[in-house]
Each structure stands twice: as C-alpha cells, then as structure tokens.
C-alpha cells in the first residue's frame, strides 16, 4: 500500500510569509493525492488534489501545491499567511477506495 | 443538505461502559469510514463500508465494531471502552472508485474514557 510521510510535524511562521508544508509519498505507477485542512474543533476539509495533468494544483483559500514525480513529493505552499491558516494540515494518498494520511503538521501563524 | 454528521459531538465514558457513535450522510455516498485522531498519529481507518450491509476491517479495528443497516448510517460500537479508546472519531464518505476518492468529513465526536 501507498503511503505518504509529512517531513515537519510543526511549523511556526509570522502573518505575511511564505509558508512550505513538505509531504513524500511512497513510489507507484500512479498515484492520487490531497491535502486536507483542519481547524481547531472542525473536522477535515479538502484543500486541494492532484489526479492527474498540470503538476501546479490550485486550491482553496491561496494554497496550492506541486506534484514531483522524480522526487516523490507534493509540498503544499501559500506565498502569504494569515492568523486564520492557523491549521493542522494533513497530506493523504488514495489506496484503492481508502486514504492513508500523513502524521500531519502543525502551523502556527504569529502577528 | 448537511453533509456528514456525527452523533454525539462529546462524550465522556467508564471504562467497561459501552456506547454507538452514530455517523449519517445526505450525498448518497456508497463507501463510510471510521478513524480515529490521536495527537501525531494522523488519522487512523477503523472500520469502513463499501456499500450497505457490508463492512472490512482497517488498520486499528480491535475493540470496534461496525454496522451499515442503510445506506446513510454508519454505526461505531465499543463494546467494553478502554483508556485506549480516548480519542477524537471521525467519519468520513465518498464515491466509489470512479472518482477521485476525495472524503468528506464530519465534524467528530470526543470521546474521553476514565
């Protein structure tokens, strides 16, 4: 089974940067992926995905992320933060009709 | 349309006790899935449902059980909760596998066992 590993368990950035959220996935043929957001006491919501095409996915909310076949990675960024990304965000990768998440990363924005 | 929605939100439980977490969605969604949330464990697949009247195993489903009696509802017991079993529970649906296999969530229920 497909698996994906989340490289930051914590990430602390000021409002107004930049910030990289970076996410492996184990090596297959093909491979379906997502990154999902969790605000505190909510349950997830879907970021964004990549099925297929552009390696450049737009999601909600100024997220977006690149798929990188060679390197087995899709790292989610956002070219500036704000107090409410303030998130834990989790990378999952389709296996069959279940998903396998990430250990999830923590990011905290500062004023 | 509600989405997925989760019964109870909180829930505080003696060890022994038994109690069903109740899971309901209105997108005719075919596969349900239970996991659980443990602080840097990400999410954990429980139990799931491809369809009604049936369910698998996932990756941590000892002291769980499940039942799918319709479509909409997907049951989570504990049969004999456990210190353990302190958890935050979430379930999820999707389409079947013509899709992306993108989930959509509930908002999750506490469950503190003491």
């Known amino acids: 089974a497909q698996s994906v590993t989340q490289l930051d368990s914590q990430v602390p950035v000021f409002e107004e940067a930049p910030v990289e959220l970076r996410c492996n996935y184990s090596s297959s043929v093909s491979v379906y992926l997502f990154w999902y957001v969790q605000y505190p006491n909510q349950g997830l919501q879907l970021l964004l995905k990549?099925?297929?095409?552009?390696?450049l996915v737009k999601g909600i909310n100024g997220f977006e992320a690149e798929f990188n076949k060679s390197q087995t990675s899709f790292h989610l960024r956002k070219p500036s933060v704000h107090i409410s990304d303030t998130a834990e965000y989790f990378c999952a990768v389709r296996n069959d009709y279940k998903l396998s998440f990430g250990a999830g990363t923590t990011v905290t924005v500062r004023a | 349309n509600a989405g997925v929605t989760q019964t109870p939100k909180f829930r505080v439980l003696k060890t022994g006790q038994s109690m069903t977490l109740l899971c309901a969605q209105d997108?005719?969604?075919?596969?349900m899935y239970w996991y659980r949330q443990d602080p840097g464990m990400g999410l954990r697949l429980i139990h799931y449902?491809?369809?009604?009247?049936?369910?698998a195993k996932g990756e941590v489903p000892d002291g769980y059980n499940v039942s799918r009696l319709k479509k909409q509802n997907f049951l989570l017991g504990l049969e004999s909760a456990a210190p353990s079993q302190t958890s935050v529970y979430f379930c999820?649906?999707?389409?079947?596998?013509?899709?992306?296999?993108?989930?959509?969530f509930g908002p999750g229920t506490r469950l503190t066992v003491t």
């Open positions: 449902s491809v369809g009604e009247g049936t369910t």
């Open positions: 999820a649906s999707s389409y079947p596998t013509s899709g992306s296999g993108e989930q959509y």
């Open positions: 990549y099925l297929s095409g552009s390696t």
């Open positions: 997108m005719n969604h075919e596969y």
